[in-house]
């Protein structure tokens, strides 16, 4: 007899290529269905098919300012659809989150809610402490990005015995391992999408400062965006290469063997991943709670440098002009460090941890 799987459903704003592995995973396992909108255009996401699951389009239509939206086609689909649990994006300014929180509290269904938690709030006010007692209350599980996540979410009220840790992080079909590094490279590389809180310009302003210093000093910019054009045409200069969005991880690789560092000056995501995958010590501001979760990977001088974000452009060009300086080997030190940190992140991959948690309690 042919055991029939669980009915699952999967919600999301929009469905990236880095999540296609974590998707592949709870299909081989569940009967899923995937909700989620596209991309909009210049938001420098890649979105991305998937054969093993139902896919049904739940486009997002943005209300007061773009603070708060709405997916179509997910309440009417769990209503007459009943899954037996669903995982969710928990995004407190989707209005369709709370109504799905609510419904599935009343239909007896099990929602994993999957986010940032409160990492960016360790003070936060008696409203958001208020909306995160009513997840508390209705959702059955919330797996949050990291341990910090995990500790400020608890301290605001939230029910421990129902917050879970799958610490957040991607993994790339080629690798960085027989590459060798020297810290006689000329390069600084940015990866990520070109938006307004990337703070791009923060960066080429230091880099012209330190070829101040050294005039073989370059800057590669990976990554698309609403303000790939501006940048392009502000700043047009023969040491600053923009590549555009590559989604070839050998490319990007490739790109990467001639930087030294990776610079990332506004707040950083999972990006944290992608540049230690590539043995690149990391450059970010110092002011953790403006960053992701995943920001909590990077250690101060032992895989990285932290710079002062109210120093503006100067702090940087500091930070840099230190960083250049350090002898080979402190920085072959801090290349290993940065590898070591991805490969701990992916042993296992998210999609392993992700689908035992979810296995432990459906």
């Not at 997002?60 to 773009?66: I, T």
């Amino acid at each position: 007899m042919i055991n029939k799987k669980m009915k699952v459903f999967y919600i999301q704003e929009v469905l990236t290529s880095y999540r296609k592995p974590l998707v592949d995973a709870l299909s081989s396992e569940y009967d899923l269905t995937v909700f989620a909108g596209m991309p909009a255009n210049n938001s420098g996401f890649k979105s991305v098919t998937y054969k093993n699951s139902k896919k049904i389009n739940a486009p997002c239509f943005y209300f007061f300012g773009k603070r708060f939206f709405f997916q179509k086609n997910i309440i009417k689909n769990i209503v007459f659809n009943k899954p037996e649990s669903i995982i969710i994006a928990a995004s407190t300014r989707n209005i369709t989150y709370w109504l799905v929180l609510v419904l599935c509290s009343l239909l007896n269904i099990k929602v994993f809610s999957h986010g940032q938690g409160l990492y960016s709030k360790p003070n936060p006010s008696h409203m958001i402490k208020l909306a995160y007692k009513i997840i508390s209350i209705l959702t059955y599980k919330y797996i949050v990005y990291s341990y910090p996540s995990k500790k400020l979410t608890i301290q605001a009220g939230f029910n421990p015995k129902k917050v879970l840790v799958a610490e957040n992080s991607m993994s790339f079909d080629v690798s960085a391992k027989k590459q060798i590094k020297s810290g006689d490279e000329s390069g600084i590389i940015f990866i990520g999408r070109l938006r307004d809180n990337c703070k791009l310009e923060k960066l080429i302003e230091a880099t012209k400062l330190l070829r101040s210093d050294d005039k073989n000093i370059s800057l590669h910019v990976v990554g698309s965006g609403v303000l790939e054009k501006y940048y392009r045409e502000k700043y047009n200069f023969e040491w600053l290469v923009f590549y555009g969005a590559v989604y070839d991880h050998q490319e990007i690789l490739n790109i990467s063997e001639q930087c030294r560092y990776a610079c990332y000056p506004g707040g950083v995501g999972l990006s944290v991943v992608h540049f230690f995958s590539l043995k690149l010590p990391l450059i970010i501001h110092g002011t953790l709670i403006n960053h992701g979760p995943e920001a909590s990977y990077v250690k101060n001088n032992e895989n990285g440098f932290f710079f002062d974000e109210m120093g503006g452009v100067d702090s940087l060009y500091e930070i840099l002009k230190s960083a250049w300086s350090i002898p080979s080997n402190a920085y072959l030190i801090l290349s290993k460090n940065a590898f070591l940190e991805y490969k701990r992140l992916n042993n296992p991959p998210l999609e392993v941890r992700f689908l035992k948690l979810i296995r432990c309690f459906t």
